[in-house]
């Protein structure tokens, strides 16, 4: 099965949506206004981060051909599977996540670890990548979600 940076960008816009999902689902559960409002904000994120995504999506799309990669079914169905539930689990209540007596600098550490866990997943993607413009489209995706931890971490430390 042919792998290439298209479908890494596809998996980089459902990473973000599910972000946007787990905390939209967060904020309607807690009764805490600043915690609900934080949430909310985190899930305004995501939607940022996403048009961001689509856009160098779409800018890539025109410039450049992709190289492809070639894995078996098994290695494809493994990565979607890691962009599906490895970095925002989606498909879980964030409830089993984030508990009510939740302070909002812990929601923000928690938030700083997914977007931790999400630099790592795009690393190994990555390492798999042989054609350099591919490689540094991972890298903008990367410094990407390195803002991300930055703006996290300005928040967390405007709660302390």
Do not use: C, W
Not at 97 to 104: G, L, V
Not at 121 to 145: R, S, T
């Amino acid at each position: 099965m042919k792998f290439n940076i298209d479908e890494i960008f596809h998996i980089a816009e459902q990473i973000e949506r599910n972000g946007a999902l787990f905390y939209s689902k967060a904020a309607v559960t807690f009764q805490d206004q600043k915690l609900k409002r934080v949430l909310e904000d985190l899930a305004a994120m995501e939607l940022q981060h996403e048009q961001v995504f689509k856009k160098l999506h779409a800018d890539i799309k025109f410039h450049q051909a992709s190289s492809m990669l070639d894995l078996d079914e098994s290695a494809v169905a493994y990565v979607q599977a890691l962009a599906s539930d490895y970095v925002f689990p989606a498909d879980r209540e964030p409830t089993n996540f984030i508990k009510p007596n939740t302070q909002i600098s812990e929601l923000l550490q928690f938030a700083i670890g997914l977007e931790k866990d999400s630099i790592v997943f795009y690393y190994g993607l990555k390492n798999m990548l042989i054609n350099p413009a591919d490689v540094h489209q991972v890298e903008a995706i990367i410094k990407q979600e390195f803002g991300h931890i930055n703006q996290l971490t300005q928040m967390a430390s405007s709660v302390s």
